[in-house]
Nanobody
């Protein structure tokens, strides 16, 4: 069965760093494109980063230069390294597979709160 399990969220102060992880199971990790999305209360879920099966990345302007997506094929794990965090980064962060065996797949998310 397909599973995406995020971890690594927490409470941090502005300017600090955090690394999120997403462990994928039940899929061929090497052939799937993956994404990170986030959603703040009262707001729509938004794409923040994407990484192809081959490792090419792209980011929205709001996080460009501060966030880095990567993947470890041996561990079936997707990462999001976040630096210089801002209060506006506060949201629940979700791991997403846009297409695998005819469906899209979501994790349950992990909460990131940036506050002084």
């Amino acid at each position: 069965q397909v599973r995406l399990v995020e971890s690594g969220g927490g409470l941090v102060q502005p300017g600090q760093s955090l690394r999120l992880s997403c462990i994928a199971s039940g899929m061929n990790f090497r052939i799937v494109d993956m994404e990170w999305h986030r959603q703040a209360p009262g707001e729509e879920r938004e794409l923040v980063a994407k990484i192809t099966a081959g490792g090419a990345t792209d980011y929205i302007d709001a996080v460009k230069g501060r966030f880095t997506a990567s993947r470890d094929y041996a561990r079936n794990t997707l990462y999001l390294q976040m630096s210089s965090l801002k209060p506006d980064d506060t949201a629940r962060y979700y791991c997403h597979v846009p297409y695998y065996r005819g469906s899209e797949w979501w994790g349950q998310g992990t909460q990131v709160t940036v506050s002084s």
